[in-house]
């Protein structure tokens, strides 16, 4: 069996995923790879800027991010 995907996107971290599901609004077909086979338990800290906000916003997820980032701090 073939796959024809239009995007290949290596990493299925915050940036291959934020990619895969602009893409997918879109309408363009992509494959995410990722080198681990599971889910981890550990991350990384993510510090954001104006233009990342402008980003998260564009695809919807920005004010989500926000409450979330309130409900750390209390």
């Known amino acids: 069996m073939q796959v024809v995907e239009d995007v290949v996107i290596v990493g299925a971290g915050i940036s291959?995923?934020?990619?895969?599901l602009g893409l997918h609004r879109l309408?363009?077909?992509?494959?995410?790879?990722e080198s681990f086979d599971?889910?981890?338990?550990?991350?990384?800290?993510?510090?954001?800027?104006?233009?990342?906000?402008?980003?998260?916003d564009a695809i919807g997820v920005g004010d989500?991010?926000?409450?979330?980032?309130?409900?750390?701090?209390?």
């Open 27 to 33: 309408g363009i077909r992509s494959l995410v790879l």
């Open 16 to 20: 291959g995923l934020t990619t895969a």
């Open 38 to 56: 599971s889910l981890r338990i550990t991350g990384f800290a993510l510090t954001t800027w104006t233009n990342a906000w402008k980003a998260l």
């Open 64 to 74: 989500h991010l926000r409450q979330q980032h309130l409900a750390l701090l209390g």
